[in-house]
C-alpha cells in the first residue's frame, strides 16, 4: 500500500535493521526500543490492524507467532511478550499489522 511505513521496509524502500525474512513475514529492531529485546515482526502484505483478520487472512497473524518463537529459540530467549496494538486508543501508530515482541528484561503484568 502506498504511503504506508512498514510496506516500504518490506519492499526494502527504507532501511531496517532486519532480524529475519521469508517469503511471508519479515522481523526487525524496533527504532524505539522499550525493552533490550525489542523486534517488530510484519506480515510482507498489507493489513491495517488486528481487527482486519478474518478467516482468509488469519494464517498471517499465525505466522507473526510462529516467527517470534522461531527467534526465540534463535536467541536463546527465557521468555518474551507479543503486543499487538489494535487502533489509536491502544497506542497504535503504524496503520500496517505488526507484533512487538518485547524481551531481555522482566515483564510486569498488568501493562500501563
Ligand atoms: P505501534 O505504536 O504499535 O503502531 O508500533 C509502531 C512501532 O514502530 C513503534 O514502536 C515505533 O517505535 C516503531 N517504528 C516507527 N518507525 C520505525 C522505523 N522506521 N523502523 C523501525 N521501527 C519503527
Ligand atoms: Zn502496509
Known amino acids: 500500500m502506498e504511503n504506508c511505513l512498514f510496506c516500504k521496509i518490506a519492499k526494502k524502500e527504507i532501511q531496517a535493521a532486519v532480524i529475519y525474512e521469508n517469503d511471508y513475514v519479515l522481523a526487525f529492531n524496533d527504532i524505539s526500543p522499550q525493552a533490550p529485546v525489542h523486534i ?4 510482507k502484505i498489507h493489513i491495517s490492524t488486528p481487527a482486519d483478520i478474518n478467516p482468509e487472512n488469519s494464517s498471517e497473524a499465525g505466522r507473526l507467532v ?3 518463537a522461531a ?3 534463535d536467541m536463546g530467549l527465557e521468555g518474551y511478550r507479543l503486543v499487538m496494538n489494535c487502533n489509536e486508543i491502544a497506542g497504535q501508530s503504524v496503520f500496517h499489522l505488526h507484533c512487538h515482541m518485547l524481551a531481555g528484561r522482566e515483564m510486569k503484568w498488568p501493562p500501563g
Open 71 to 73: 527467534i526465540a529459540k
Open 66 to 68: 510462529e516467527t517470534a
Open 40 to 43: 517488530l515482526i510484519i506480515p
